[in-house]
């Protein structure tokens, strides 16, 4: 669709889907808590964190920029929203 090339959608659809953007606010990062947990959660799809321990951080000015991100595909509409809601609740950026 982006390259304007032919597409069809399909008839019905075969899961739900969203998309976590990571962006802790600015500062040198202290620790990161619970990342290996999230990245197997049963409806994380791709899940990247662009940032370690040590690195600094730029207060985000955009849309482009982010620490990382978490994508998620269930078919099941509640599963994939509790995972996404775990990931609210424990994904912990720790800056200083």
Known sequence: MELDLPFDFPASYSSHAA????????????????????????????AKLKVKPGEVIGERTGVGEDA????????????LLADVKFVTDHLH????
């Open 19 to 46: 998309v976590y953007i990571i962006h802790p606010g600015g500062g040198t990062v202290d620790c990161i808590n619970n990342w290996e947990l999230i990245k197997e959660l049963p409806s994380v799809y791709r």
């Open 68 to 79: 990382g991100y978490v994508f998620f595909k269930n078919r099941d509409r509640k599963k």
């Open 93 to 96: 950026i720790i800056l200083h």
